[in-house]
């Protein structure tokens, strides 16, 4: 099925550092989303990015979407130990009003 | 101004007893989604709803039933449940399902015995 699929499945670094993230998926999209899952809790909504868009900023995180390579990646620029969660990508794709979520990376920042 | 929200946090079932999980939200979002999340599997949609009275299946629909009787609530049902049904269950909603984040509720954790 149609599935973003990040990379890689577990990151560890140390506070201060940045953290990369890289999503690939498979069909063309309408647009890509970026969530945090801290342990035990729900999903939060991160950044939404279009599919004719190129990158989005949101405070330490960017995000960049090359739909030619079909990827995203989501980066965090001087990590907190707060940071430390799961980070999904999901996509938007056709008419279904549906995402599809990839498995996650598990971003450790150890203070 | 709660978001989303879950009812119950926990539950532990017999195999072939029966349940129903509540979501209810505050935001007067149109669509409500639920999904299961599972050990290295990521979140599979289960049943959504794209207003009042509407319901459709999702990736994994088998063994559940929905109803969005209201649009702030929207039910998940287990008629029998059964082990492979042991899961995290999540609830979300967003406003309009093109182009929009959606928000979730912070989980159920269902053990089926």
């Known amino acids: 099925s149609q599935q973003g699929e990040e990379d890689p499945q577990a990151l560890s670094i140390q506070e201060g550092e940045n953290a990369t993230m890289n999503c690939s998926y498979k069909?063309?999209?309408?647009?890509l989303q970026w969530y945090r899952q801290n342990s035990g809790r729900g999903l939060v909504h991160l950044i939404l990015i279009r599919s004719n868009e190129r990158e989005k900023h949101s405070g330490r995180l960017r995000v960049t979407l090359d739909t030619s390579k079909k990827s995203s990646s989501l980066l965090i620029t001087a990590s907190r130990a707060a940071d430390t969660a799961s980070y999904f990508c999901a996509t938007e794709y056709g008419s279904n009003y549906k995402l599809t979520f990839g498995k996650g990376t598990l971003l450790t920042v150890n203070p | 101004n709660a978001g989303v929200t879950q009812t119950p946090k926990f539950r532990v079932l017999k195999t072939g007893q029966s349940m129903t999980l509540l979501c209810a939200q505050d935001m007067n979002h149109e669509y409500m989604y639920w999904y299961r999340q599972d050990p290295g599997m990521g979140l599979r949609l289960i049943h959504y709803s794209v207003g009042e009275g509407t319901t459709a299946k999702g990736e994994v629909p088998d063994g559940y039933n929905v109803s969005r009787l209201k649009k702030q609530n929207f039910l998940l049902g287990l008629e029998s449940a059964a082990p492979s049904q042991t899961s995290v269950y999540f609830c979300?909603?967003?406003?309009?399902?093109?182009?929009?984040?959606?928000?979730f509720g912070d989980g159920t954790r269902l053990s089926i015995l």
């Open positions: 069909t063309s999209i309408n647009n």
């Open positions: 979300a909603s967003s406003p309009t399902g093109f182009i929009q984040p959606q928000h």
